[in-house]
């Protein structure tokens, strides 16, 4: 990449972070009495009865311009006074307040807040009958509501732990006990139950600790609709890729449901289907595909498998996005005197140039998500990392950061880029639950925000290690490992007892091969598969000039389970790797300019230059970010949606630890193909073959 185009990024950047563009969330109140017309009146003896002028009446209703008629309810300033003949009946005389939901807010907390039954809001705002409560909502709220006391009913939760009489909505006890069934988690109950995991926790401050089966907790003392039993359990559902000749009717008999539930679990399933569409069913229904029939990656459990699709078919969460960016522009050492010499900082700040190509790609992502009907709020913080000060200071700076700025919106950060700062952010954020994914490094702290979006090394080398296990069988195994490596190179032999070990030497330049340790053990009569595990470039160069050569007389495939910078080396030849049909585990691959046209003709255009391997991981890391936050009402249920997604050059699919946090578990196996192509394998299991 051009220095003059890094640093001219680099000016954007400075620019862009100090520029003053925060919209702070605030709750908007405002009261609020109604009115159900009757037969005759019309708008103007609307407006007399209340000493309003007809605009103020159609500026709350707007659709009583063009007409009033009987039924018909209108919201009319709580200041309104109406005439002394006027005796309204109590449902006529309530007041309201609308009230927009902040961020984890939900209709429980609301409740609590004004003194009010959850059904209250809900009679006034029959949408959450069937849909969840959204931050950015506005819902009336019912200051003087005076409800009717209901009959004790019978609830019983199909899929688990309730079973007993619930007392009178109004009046009533305010929570009732619950009992936890097998695979129950709190965040099931609490979605249950409309409350947050942190006040659940409140209610019960012995779950803290875990839940245990069989045991009795308390939970709000609330109507449950007949839907809400299907989210008790996170397993319930399944995931089905729309195939070309589906319809609603034929998916409707197929899963045996119907259409209100399909659009309530699939929101744009009312604005059509279309191929390729990514369906959310209950699992296990009438009329399921089961997943041993099905096509790979039909139908996928949440949790089990893997469904690999484009979200761009299954969005529904359209709120803008908040999102924040925390990288290490050093805006603080970039000032108007330094100017000059800016190409030598660039030069000279490797972390500086990843995080200026970083942003270039996201900038792009922003724009792609727009299109898409994704509004972004970026906020842009810069970490202002100097190597020089150490890990202590420079985390420290993150951390005033942090408590210097509100984060308690924020539905995903990016960055920090380095561990140290990354590990201090996510330790002080993990408070308010605010998820943050580490972009480029791969040593990080797992905490129950973390999504690391990198693989690990040991990751990879499973990956391949699965690859070559059920098809090592028939092969001449050959294992080639330095001492550096002696800890895999023990692994991969008890894993193939049979492998024959080439002797590394170590000598005082470094490992090297005899003459003939390879070529000895070669075979000629079934296929040679060759593992090395080195990251020495001689030792890499020796072994396959000479396993090159053997390819007249025997049927080579190199592989290795670590592919690291060693191979970029000029003494390595590619050909080589080419003829042997190299294959390597890798977090991505080589794009391909005719599939991602758009991307790279878009970025050439603004930067005119070709984007690196960073600014497409930008692209990739903030667009896929963007899509799952529309897909799913955040993060942590975006991820546990199982889901696979590929993009540019990277892919994702975010597992669970079981001590917390999130990585991603979604790796390329690659080999040199014909003309130094860089060809994707497939990691599809082996069909097993009857005896």
Not at 473 to 490: V, Y
Not at 607 to 617: H, V
Request: net charge neutral.
């Amino acid at each position: 990449m051009k220095l003059k185009h890094l640093f001219l990024i680099c000016i954007c950047v400075l620019s862009f972070a100090f520029a003053k563009a925060e919209s702070e969330a605030s709750v908007y109140f405002q009261e609020f009495i109604s009115h159900q017309v009757t037969e005759g009146e019309t708008l103007y003896s609307i407006a007399r009865k209340y000493k309003l002028k007809e605009k103020d009446i159609i500026k709350l209703n707007p659709d009583a311009k063009e007409r009033v008629y009987e039924g018909l309810v209108l919201i009319l300033p709580a200041t309104a006074a109406t005439s002394k003949e006027t005796t309204a009946t109590p449902q006529e005389d309530v007041r309201f307040k609308t009230h927009k939901v902040k961020r984890k807010e939900t209709l429980y907390s609301i409740s609590k807040k004004y003194d009010v039954t959850q059904d209250a809001i809900k009679k006034y705002n029959k949408r959450l009958y069937s849909e969840t409560l959204r931050k950015g909502d506005k819902i009336r709220i019912p200051l003087n509501y005076v409800g009717v006391v209901e009959e004790k009913v019978t609830i019983t939760n199909t899929g688990g732990g309730v079973s007993q009489e619930e007392g009178p909505r109004d009046g009533g006890p305010a929570f009732v006990p619950y009992v936890v069934k097998a695979k129950e988690t709190k965040y099931g109950i609490a979605r249950l139950y409309g409350i947050t995991i942190s006040e659940l926790e409140a209610i019960n401050p012995e779950m803290k600790d875990g839940l245990k089966v069989g045991q009795t907790i308390k939970v709000p003392n609330t109507t449950l609709e007949k839907n809400d039993t299907a989210v008790i359990n996170e397993e319930v559902y399944a995931f089905y890729e729309v195939k070309k000749g589906n319809t609603i009717y034929s998916l409707l008999k197929e899963f045996n449901i119907n259409a209100d539930k399909l659009v309530e679990l699939n929101p744009t399933v009312a604005e059509g289907l279309k191929e390729g569409m990514i369906l959310k069913v209950p699992k296990g229904v009438s009329g399921t595909i089961s997943e041993t029939t099905a096509d790979a990656g039909a139908i996928i459990a949440i949790n089990t498998d893997t469904a690999k699709a484009s979200l761009l078919d299954s969005l529904s969460n359209f709120s803008t996005k908040k999102v924040v960016l925390m990288l290490p522009f050093g805006v603080n050492r970039t000032t108007a005197d330094s100017l000059s010499n800016g190409e030598e900082i660039i030069k000279n700040d490797r972390a500086l140039r990843v995080s200026l190509d970083f942003y270039s790609g996201v900038l792009i992502a922003l724009d792609h998500a727009k299109q898409k009907g994704i509004s972004t709020d970026l906020k842009i913080y810069d970490t202002e990392y100097i190597k020089a000060d150490g890990d202590a200071t420079n985390a420290r700076k993150v951390e005033r950061l942090i408590s210097s700025n509100d984060f308690s919106d924020v539905d995903v950060v990016i960055g920090p880029l380095l561990a140290s700062n990354f590990n201090r952010a996510s330790t002080l954020l993990a408070r308010q639950r605010v998820p943050l994914i580490s972009p480029i490094t791969q040593h990080v702290d797992f905490r129950s925000n973390v999504f690391q979006s990198r693989p690990s090394e040991a990751q990879m080398r499973e990956v391949m290690i699965d690859y070559l296990k059920p098809r090592a069988a028939g092969k001449n195994i050959i294992i080639i490992a330095d001492q550096k490596n002696a800890k895999i190179k023990t692994r991969l032999q008890s894993l193939f007892p049979n492998a024959k070990i080439v002797k590394v030497t170590e000598g005082d330049d470094g490992p090297y091969l005899g003459r003939y340790d390879i070529t000895d053990k070669l075979s000629e009569t079934i296929e040679n598969w060759v593992i090395i595990e080195t990251d020495d470039v001689p030792l890499i160069s020796s072994a396959t000039t000479r396993l090159n050569t053997s390819l007249i007389t025997s049927k080579i495939t190199l592989f290795t389970t670590k592919k690291g910078r060693a191979y970029d080396s000029d003494a390595i030849q590619h050909m080589d790797l080419m003829h042997l049909h190299f294959h390597y585990p890798s977090m991505n691959k080589e794009y391909t300019y005719s599939v991602t046209k758009e991307f790279v003709d878009m970025y050439e255009d603004r930067y005119d230059i070709t984007p690196s391997k960073e600014a497409i991981r930008g692209y990739d890391i903030m667009y896929d970010t963007l899509l799952r936050l529309a897909f799913a009402e955040n993060l942590y249920d975006a991820a546990s949606s199982g889901l696979e997604t590929s993009y540019i050059e990277n892919k994702f699919r975010y597992d669970q630890k079981s001590s917390g946090g999130f990585y991603n578990n979604a790796i390329y196996l690659i080999k040199y193909s014909e003309g130094l192509m860089l060809e994707e394998i497939s990691q599809e299991p082996l069909e097993e073959v009857e005896d």
